[in-house]
């Protein structure tokens, strides 16, 4: 089975700093694009950020300048370093990793708190 790890989630101060994990195991095969979601209460899940095998990012206004989206191909492993952290950056943050766009699978999720 295809199995999504993420780590790294934590409180944090605003200001502060934080690098999620995503690690993609037992797929037999290469994942072509990878990417972070994250979903706040209330709120719908959204795209964070996104990298082909390539290396070609793709970033929410909200955190263009503030993050950055990586990757290790030969791992399967894509991070998300995220500085400047703002309160309004708190949610769970799931990891998704595509071989197609219509072949796809979901991390489990970490929670990321930015608070004083």
């Known amino acids: 089975q295809v199995q999504l790890v993420e780590t790294g989630g934590g409180l944090v101060p605003p200001g502060g700093s934080l690098r999620l994990s995503c690690a993609a195991s037992?797929?037999?095969?290469?994942?072509?694009?990878m990417g972070w979601y994250r979903q706040a209460p209330g709120k719908e899940r959204e795209l964070v950020a996104a990298i082909t095998s390539l290396g070609r990012t793709n970033y929410a206004d909200s955190v263009k300048g503030r993050f950055t989206i990586s990757r290790d191909n030969a791992k399967n492993t894509v991070y998300l370093q995220m500085n400047s952290l703002k309160p309004e950056d708190t949610a769970v943050y799931y990891c998704?990793?595509?071989?197609?766009?219509?072949?796809?699978?979901w991390g489990q999720g970490t929670q990321v708190t930015v608070s004083s």
């Open positions: 037992g797929t037999g095969f290469s994942i072509n694009t």
């Open positions: 998704k990793a595509f071989r197609t766009p219509w072949d796809s699978y």
